[in-house]
């Protein structure tokens, strides 16, 4: 029976206080139970059955279990493609599994095997991390599994950039052994309110073949803590990045007649956001040391390549090191540097010359009080430091032996084509290594301001000589300091006459006076019948200014090589510095296609040595001046690189002043 009001409306009932709690108590049970059954079905043991086992499966015991246990890789679609991709990864989640189900923690890191070999930590025997790999084919493949029996990171925080050695401790390394280096970088979405962000990717050459640089650059390196000697390593894109683009081509059934371009294209999207890794082998330079690594990630996301961009800021970030940052060898001993120094210099010292004059090393420090003399070995920086290759030593050369050695090998002389770095290196030939010398010891206070630059002057400077030839120079006024390392083109009481900066084209001969001959004595290079034409040494060199191959040249870079009069022995060209600034690839390339057919027409190959002259090296900062360059390490180095490719179609020799004698 229905109750009424006198509106003729329903009397509401209301819900006593006990319905309530039952009604609560249920709903709260309900969710406990979904809850529990969600939690049980994602943390479930690995499911089989002893009847009819998984079609496709990796199965193994448990030690102190019968039956088998099988992984469904049907359900497991990452540990899947894992197990194809990369060899020696089944075992690695048969361990992963086994530690699961026995509630074993985790190990991240490899066991120190029974026996170590040189390879045994070298990148191509290394799978990384199980957490890394499977983040990093989960991320690539855009696949999940059908429960989180597998996600476990380890502790590892996957979002931030960190770099890791292979091992958990440290093992029995000796000289010579490889260690790899491994840096992981996830996408940030880095300047993800810049318009031109998307802009910013690898050059098409380094995304088409994932190598350096790629999406990330970095500068790593390994410091021997006792004698400060340092070793850079080039990290490059890791080799499992090739295996995981075509399976995602294959994964995402990409059309096989599409054209390689097109693919391509679409990539450069699909991996902009996903997880790198980079690798590169660290050779141990010697026994019983000790070796810090550091890493500074410098760039993300392909913002160092300012072809496509605008110049970023640099902004980089020290990345920790995993599990620990040193590696050593030997029994390391506290020794004093100026011991350690020696010791190193020795061992140096018993090296056999070096042929060429491109071999990896490391920068050793000189000892402050030894009997060896600096002309032992090649050079010295300011640092106080020399390049050591690890398998032969540079010989060097007095300016007078080299005067001998040119004029004797090529008695018609040089042909430069150059910027301010190689017009630096005239001077020093002039002078007889007497400009400049020890510069950073007369540098009195800061690098000269730029309201205090000298003003740059295409005439004779009109005051006062200071000194009356290059090898007399001397330091008079701070302001000569900065042609030392930066303009040149104007220095005070240099003598225009000797060798103009500012000249766009300049003849001049170098010699050796007739003491300075007679103290190199007799050498290898002599010819007697150049020795009594040319008792002086004497040779000449025709110098080109350039500013590289870009639109600054007045009049164009194109009439160097071809209004040159001269034909000399050899022709240097340096190139890099000036149009990695100023220049694009794809237009640099161009001209460089065009300058090496200019070469080719102008000189006969079979008489004159052509030398390409690298860009020198470029790191750690934006340049941000009036002239706004936009340069990077990175970019320089594809710049480089792609030259020196183009060196197969005409053959760029280094110096022929070999060092193969003693």
């Not at 340096?574 to 080719?600: H, M, P, R, T």
Request: hydrophobic share 30%; with cysteine; net charge positive.
């Amino acid at each position: 029976m229905t109750a009424y009001t006198l509106l003729e409306q329903p009397l509401s009932r209301r819900i006593s206080k006990r319905q309530c709690q039952i009604i609560a108590l249920l709903f709260t049970s309900l969710l406990f139970l979904l809850f529990f059954f969600f939690k049980t079905t994602q943390e479930e043991t690995l499911p089989y059955d002893k009847t009819y086992p998984p079609v496709r499966n990796i199965n193994f015991t448990v030690p102190g279990q019968d039956d088998l246990v099988y992984i469904d890789l049907d359900r497991y679609p990452i540990e899947d493609q894992i197990v194809q991709l990369f060899a020696g990864s089944k075992d690695v989640i048969q361990e992963y599994t086994i530690n699961k189900i026995q509630k074993k923690k985790q190990g991240l890191w490899i066991k120190t095997p029974s026996r170590i070999q040189p390879d045994t930590y070298a990148c191509k025997n290394q799978l990384p991390p199980y957490p890394i790999l499977r983040r990093i084919v989960k991320d690539h493949l855009d696949i999940a599994d059908t429960n989180v029996y597998f996600e476990d990171d380890a502790g590892l925080n996957l979002s931030q950039s960190f770099v890791f050695l292979p091992f958990e401790k440290q093992p029995k390394l000796k000289k010579g052994y490889r260690v790899c280096i491994r840096a992981l970088v996830p996408f940030k979405g880095q300047g993800t309110h810049d318009p031109y962000n998307l802009f910013y990717r690898p050059y098409p050459t380094n995304h088409e073949q994932i190598s350096y640089p790629w999406w990330d650059t970095m500068m790593t390196t390994l410091r021997n803590t006792q004698t400060d000697e340092i070793t850079s390593l080039t990290m490059s894109p890791w080799l499992g990045h090739k295996q995981l683009r075509m399976k995602s081509r294959e994964i995402r059934q990409v059309n096989s007649e599409l054209p390689e371009w097109s693919k391509l294209r679409n990539e450069l999207l699909h991996e902009r956001e996903r997880l790198h890794m980079y690798e590169a082998d660290f050779i141990i330079p010697a026994d019983d040391a000790e070796y810090e690594l550091s890493s500074l990630l410098e760039f993300v996301e392909g913002r160092y390549n300012f072809d496509y961009g605008p110049v970023t800021t640099y902004e980089p970030l020290q990345m920790p090191v995993l599990p620990f940052s040193k590696i050593t060898t030997g029994k390391t001993q506290l020794k004093k540097k100026e011991a350690l120094a020696e010791k190193l210099l020795k061992e140096h010292l018993k090296l056999p010359l070096c042929s060429g004059s491109d071999h990896p090393g490391r920068w050793l420090p000189w000892p402050n009080h030894t009997e060896h003399s600096t002309n032992q070995v090649l050079a010295l920086t300011r640092h106080g430091k020399y390049w050591a290759p690890y398998s032969c030593r540079y010989r060097h050369l007095s300016y007078e032996q080299f005067n001998r050695c040119v004029s004797q090998k090529y008695p018609h002389g040089l042909d430069l084509y150059g910027d301010s770095n190689m017009r630096r290196a005239i001077k020093k030939f002039v002078s007889h290594g007497q400009w400049c010398r020890d510069w950073h010891k007369h540098v009195t206070g800061p690098i000269v301001p730029e309201e205090k630059l000298p003003t740059i002057l295409h005439k004779r400077q009109e005051e006062p000589k200071g000194y009356s030839s290059p090898q007399e120079y001397r330091f008079i006024v701070p302001e000569q300091t900065r042609s030392c390392y930066c303009e040149d083109f104007f220095e005070p009481y240099w003598n225009l006459d000797w060798f103009s900066g500012g000249a766009r084209r300049f003849y001049l001969e170098i010699n050796n006076s007739p003491a300075q001959a007679r103290a190199v004595g007799k050498t290898e290079w002599d010819n007697e019948k150049i020795r009594r034409a040319n008792p002086g040494d004497k040779f000449k060199i025709s110098s080109y200014k350039w500013d590289g191959l870009t639109y600054f040249n007045e009049p164009s870079w194109e009439t160097a090589v071809r209004d040159n009069g001269e034909i000399s022995d050899v022709a240097v060209f340096s190139l890099g510095n000036w149009d990695s600034a100023f220049s694009n690839l794809e237009s640099y390339l161009k001209d460089v296609d065009v300058l090496i057919q200019q070469i080719k027409d102008h000189y006969d190959l079979n008489k004159t040595m052509i030398i390409y002259r690298t860009p020198q090296y470029y790191c750690c900062r934006i340049d941000r001046d009036s002239r706004q360059r936009q340069v990077s390490g990175p970019k320089l180095d594809v710049f480089d690189i792609e030259v020196q490719i183009r060196k197969c179609r005409l053959l760029f020799e280094s110096c022929s002043c070999r060092s193969r004698r003693s």
